[in-house]
């Protein structure tokens, strides 16, 4: 063997050391699990109450946990900056796109630019208006249907199916505004006394649920209302504001029924002044990376998860208080 051999086996020896450390170190580790970081674009809705609050932790937290790479944006509630950030995860070439739409619609042209790119999209929380269902891998969220209905039968049961309903609606065309209102006035139907006299969006936010309130309370039909439903329990809390400026008991004058099961509407049951809260789970983390991990690794999932909750009345609260996560 001359020289030059030699050093030519000792070349192609070195790359061949070097290409198994790069397949050791690099895609396995000794466990055989892949090490790469997977790599997650998640579009979030905003920080428009406590639910959305608890959400964030629970997605930020079980990311951290696994060890995946979050690109995380929060679009303040406008749907022109989610897609923004649709489309700069898919420029990045992030493993999974997962998103909580802020509206139902709008959303099919990035989609298809995110399955032309070969990225699977998970949904987390609402929902979308789509005439491809294959253009997202998977939705996991509540039923808001449900939610509405629910909230509709402890009405019937706090007034003896004698109501005058305040209606606070949440984000004009997101899923959960559209499928409480449908869920609660389903069962509403069943009640001839009982009827929505007034219905207005507070966007989901506590400043906006007070305005809102302030309004209804000024209205020439103010004095009829014994009910208040609100799509979300930020909005009832700035509604609880706006009565007791007014004057008006709160949960006892009025009867308020919300959604979500925040804290903040456990401390007011406990005061009185809140009378039912439908619970919405947000701590969506654990099972929406178990989906989006399972998407990556390219295995089949249910297109449609549905996370499971409860009803809590004001009896509940202070038993109910300390165990609360969010
Ligand atoms: O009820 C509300 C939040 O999409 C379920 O969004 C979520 C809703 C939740 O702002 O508080």
């Not at 170190?25 to 000794?30: I, K, L, S, V």
């Not at 990225?119 to 039923?143: E, M, T, W």
């Not at 039912?276 to 991990?293: A, K, R, Y």
Request: aromatic share 6%.
């Amino acid at each position: 063997m001359n020289k030059r051999t030699i050093f030519h086996r000792s070349i192609s020896l070195v790359g061949l050391s070097g290409l198994i450390a790069v397949v050791v170190t690099g895609a396995f580790a000794e466990d055989n699990k892949p090490s790469k970081k997977l790599v997650v674009g998640f579009s979030q809705v905003g920080a428009e109450s406590g639910w959305r609050t608890a959400n964030t932790e629970s997605i930020k937290s079980e990311a951290a946990k696994r060890g995946v790479d979050l690109r995380f944006s929060d679009a303040q509630q406008k749907e022109e900056n989610q897609i923004k950030a649709i489309r700069s995860f898919i420029a990045e070439g992030v493993d999974v796109i997962a998103f909580s739409p802020v509206v139902e619609t709008g959303f099919e042209p990035v989609l298809q630019e995110a399955k032309k790119a070969g990225i699977p999209v998970v949904l987390s929380d609402r929902a979308v208006k789509v005439s491809d269902p294959s253009l997202y891998k998977c939705f996991i969220g509540s039923d808001f249907i449900e939610e509405g209905r629910r909230a509709a039968n402890e009405v019937a049961k706090l007034t003896g199916g004698k109501a005058n309903v305040a209606e606070l609606v949440g984000t004009v065309g997101s899923a959960p505004a559209i499928d409480r209102k449908k869920g609660f006035e389903e069962v509403m139907a069943k009640y001839p006394d009982m009827k929505i006299i007034m219905s207005q969006s507070g966007d989901f936010t506590r400043a906006k649920g007070k305005e809102v309130m302030e309004a209804f309370l000024k209205a020439p039909n103010a004095k009829d209302i014994n009910v208040l439903f609100a799509h979300n329990d930020d909005m009832a809390l700035g509604a609880i504001q706006a009565m007791e400026e007014a004057g008006i008991k709160p949960g006892v004058d009025i009867k308020i029924v919300s959604i979500d099961g925040v804290r903040g509407a456990f401390e007011a049951m406990k005061d009185g002044k809140l009378n039912v809260t439908v619970e919405c789970n947000p701590l969506l983390g654990p099972q929406l990376f178990d989906l989006i991990e399972a998407v990556a690794a390219g295995k089949e999932v249910p297109h449609r998860v549905v996370t499971q909750e409860g009803v809590y009345e004001q009896s509940q609260a202070a038993a109910e208080l300390p165990k609360r996560q969010y």
